[in-house]
């Protein structure tokens, strides 16, 4: 079974640039979600996807983060512009949805702001 | 305000030493805690979910149980490749279905 695919790998951008994440989640998964990690803290969820209908985003920063699921599966991530406190790793996960909330993790994507 | 707290931040084992790390948590009602392995690079990798006090699961060297008020999870003869940190998240009952407080981690490094 193909994992949560997510790209890019890395990125390095100049602060108030823009910069966009893509995630495809596992086949079937409901619910998709996008977790920033600052290094050193465990992941913090920016917003939460059932199908395409956003389910949670009290702590995405709406006045520069933005994020989509068009159709209910692939998502993307976008900053504008970027901030110096941005630089993290930006996770995308996924799960079945109301029978589990046990989410399966991408690899990430690491976000360098300078 | 629902709160992990995982100790201790790093733990350094000798291979075979076993060894268990803490995770407290504060919520007013709980889902389910979940413990997860994240080695460097890559995203956090799913390992126990626990529901209920008294619950405990094991995989291989790992073992995890849960009170009401901590989890714990016991590293029994680690070996290197045990190396990781570990990651322990709360489902809250007051927060959406699938929205997991993840804990800072404990880092655990095992030399041979």
């Known amino acids: 079974e193909a994992g949560v695919a997510q790209s890019p790998r890395y990125k390095i951008i100049e602060k108030r640039q823009s910069v966009a994440f893509w995630c495809n989640p596992i086949?079937?998964?409901?619910?998709l979600y996008w977790y920033q990690q600052i290094l050193g803290q465990g992941p913090k969820l920016l917003i939460q996807?059932?199908?395409?209908?956003?389910?949670?985003d009290s702590q995405l920063p709406k006045d520069r983060f933005s994020a989509e699921r068009l159709k209910g599966v692939d998502s993307t991530l976008k900053i504008q512009p970027a901030k110096l406190e941005d630089s993290a790793v930006y996770l995308c996960?996924?799960?079945?949805?109301?029978?589990?909330?046990?989410?399966?993790f991408g690899q990430g994507t690491r976000l360098t702001v300078v | 305000e629902d709160q992990v707290t995982q100790s201790p931040e790093a733990l350094r084992l000798q291979e075979g030493e076993s060894s268990s790390l803490n995770c407290s948590y504060t919520?007013?009602?709980?889902?389910?805690l979940f413990w997860y392995r994240q080695d460097p690079g890559k995203g956090p990798e799913f390992l126990f979910t626990?529901?209920?006090a008294g619950e405990e699961k094991e995989k291989e060297r790992l073992k995890a149980t849960l009170t009401k008020k901590e989890s714990f999870l016991h590293i029994t003869a680690p070996k290197p490749e045990d190396s990781a940190t570990y990651l322990c998240?709360?489902?809250?009952?007051?927060?959406?279905?699938?929205?997991?407080?993840f804990g800072a981690g404990t880092q655990v490094v095992v030399t041979p």
């Open positions: 996960a996924s799960s079945l949805g109301d029978s589990s909330a046990e989410a399966f």
């Open positions: 086949s079937g998964h409901a619910t």
């Open positions: 996807f059932q199908n395409n209908g956003v389910v949670d």
């Open positions: 919520v007013s009602g709980l889902r389910g």
């Open positions: 626990l529901y209920s």
């Open positions: 998240a709360v489902h809250p009952t007051t927060d959406s279905w699938g929205k997991l407080q």
